[in-house]
């Protein structure tokens, strides 16, 4: 088992056993199961301050010397540390929440600061307890922002979950599992032998 790949989940949810959390702890599970270590944070037990705008004013002090001292200044270093990301949200008004976009948005700061996200393999994960629309847009929000920032996306590493529950032709009503539900391990899975594989063979990004 190789202790040396180290992938975050962040739960962008307020629930710590949703649909949401119970699809990135699947993720991780199957990365766990390939032998890396793994690491849960739960992003509403955190506190992260709003993106500063520093950036429009003097881009040379946007970089992680100046970040102010709160919950993501801790995180930075585990950040950077890590192999793979995986980014869970549940779907708000077809986009992410509010607390994983403050996070995205922070998270500029390592783009600006030298590409810190280059290279490291990501996925992400958008889901919702209803049947509605919108999942698509959510994570595609994530997928665009961090891939601008130098993120491997790894394949089926966009996972959406619509929630709720179908009538078949008998009448009877039942959930479907989702594509992201079967993905998830899987991902986290592939997620660590691609971080492996990098490690022996790493590429001048």
């Known amino acids: 088992m190789n202790k040396k790949i180290l992938i975050l989940g962040f739960n962008g949810s307020p629930h710590k056993d949703g649909v949401v959390a119970k699809l990135l702890k699947s993720a991780l599970q199957g990365a766990r199961r390939a032998g890396a270590q793994?690491?849960?944070i739960h992003l509403?037990?955190?506190?992260?301050?709003?993106?500063?705008g520093i950036?429009?004013?003097?881009?040379?002090?946007a970089n992680v010397k100046n970040l102010p001292k709160d919950d993501f200044r801790v995180l930075v270093p585990r950040i950077i540390?890590?192999?793979?990301?995986?980014?869970?949200?549940?779907?708000?008004?077809?986009?992410?929440?509010?607390v994983?976009?403050?996070?995205?948005?922070?998270?500029?700061?390592?783009?600006?600061?030298?590409?810190?996200?280059?290279?490291?393999?990501?996925?992400?994960?958008?889901?919702?307890k209803e049947n509605?629309?919108?999942?698509?847009?959510?994570?595609m929000s994530m997928v665009s922002a961090l891939g601008q920032m130098g993120v491997l996306i790894l394949p089926n590493g966009i996972m959406w979950h619509?929630?709720?529950?179908?009538?078949?032709?008998?009448?009877?009503?039942?959930e479907s599992k989702s594509w992201a539900q079967e993905d998830a391990p899987l991902v986290g899975r592939n997620m660590v032998a691609l971080a492996e594989l990098l490690k022996d063979n790493p590429i001048k990004w």
């Open 38 to 40: 793994v690491e849960l």
């Open 44 to 52: 509403y037990d955190m506190h992260i301050e709003r993106e500063s």
């Open 55 to 61: 950036y429009s004013k003097d881009p040379k002090k």
């Open 81 to 98: 540390k890590a192999d793979g990301l995986i980014f869970a949200t549940p779907n708000y008004w077809a986009n992410m929440s509010a």
């Open 100 to 128: 994983m976009k403050g996070l995205v948005e922070r998270l500029t700061v390592l783009e600006n600061d030298g590409f810190r996200l280059r290279g490291k393999i990501a996925a992400f994960i958008a889901a919702s």
């Open 132 to 139: 509605e629309g919108g999942l698509e847009m959510a994570a």
């Open 162 to 174: 619509p929630g709720g529950k179908w009538t078949t032709l008998n009448h009877k009503a039942h």
